[in-house]
């Protein structure tokens, strides 16, 4: 079982739409998948309830300290949505059990600074400080033909302890496939195959450190 757990200090950065769009390409590629929500919003858990019959199921659970343990035994991806503001003891339960760990950032000061800060707590936390679980940076809802997006990602790549792995592009596509229950990875057409391509470098990291 490969758990992925997604953490951010800020709300609104995407952690829901890294957690949706990568249980749509694990489900699309036959993997039993699940999601944990522990966030009170509940967007991932409502996203999972609402996938059509045309596409492959994705369990959700409502998150908790003892949700992981219900999970079934022949689950094969676990992601962990949790709450804005989460410090390290809430997500310690996840932290002990998680294979890896995504924080999305969207391309502003405020979001650079207050992530900046939360990646600090991170290295404190021991499996992270030992090398035993990695961590790695998405960057969200960019505009890559913008200096603000460009010197966001620079500013990252050069401040932050942990790499920056993938940048998603900004796009409508996600907001209005979450409210179907879908995601990119349920179609094939020519016009999301340039969004899929934005998430390979971020899926071959997941890999790697697999």
């Not at 999972?48 to 094969?76: H, I, M, S, Y």
């Not at 950032?105 to 991170?122: G, I, N, Q, R, Y």
């Not at 936390?125 to 679980?133: D, E, Q, S, Y």
Request: aromatic residues 6%.
């Amino acid at each position: 079982m490969l758990t992925v757990l997604v953490a951010s200090s800020k709300g609104g950065c995407g952690k829901s739409t890294l957690v949706t769009q990568l249980a749509s390409h694990w489900a699309q590629d036959g993997k039993r998948t699940a999601i944990v929500d522990s966030d009170p919003q509940g967007s991932s858990y409502r996203w999972a309830g609402l996938r059509p019959e045309n596409v492959p199921g994705v369990l959700a659970l409502e998150g908790g300290k003892r949700a992981l343990d219900k999970l079934p035994e022949d689950t094969d991806r676990v992601l962990v949505d949790t709450a804005a503001g989460s410090h390290e003891k809430e997500l310690e339960p996840y932290l002990e059990q998680a294979n890896v760990v995504l924080v999305p950032v969207l391309p502003s000061s405020f979001d650079l600074h207050a992530t900046l800060k939360f990646l600090e707590h991170l290295r404190g936390v021991g499996r992270i400080k030992r090398g035993k679980l990695p961590v790695a940076l998405v960057g969200n809802r960019l505009k890559p033909w913008t200096h603000a997006s460009q010197d966001a990602i620079n500013q990252l790549a050069e401040q932050a302890p942990f790499p920056v792995v993938a940048q998603l592009r900004d796009t409508q596509a996600y907001v209005l496939l979450t409210s179907l229950g879908k995601g990119i990875f349920d179609y094939g057409s020519e016009q999301v195959r340039g969004h899929q391509q934005d998430w390979t470098p971020l899926l071959r990291w997941i890999k790697r450190q697999h």
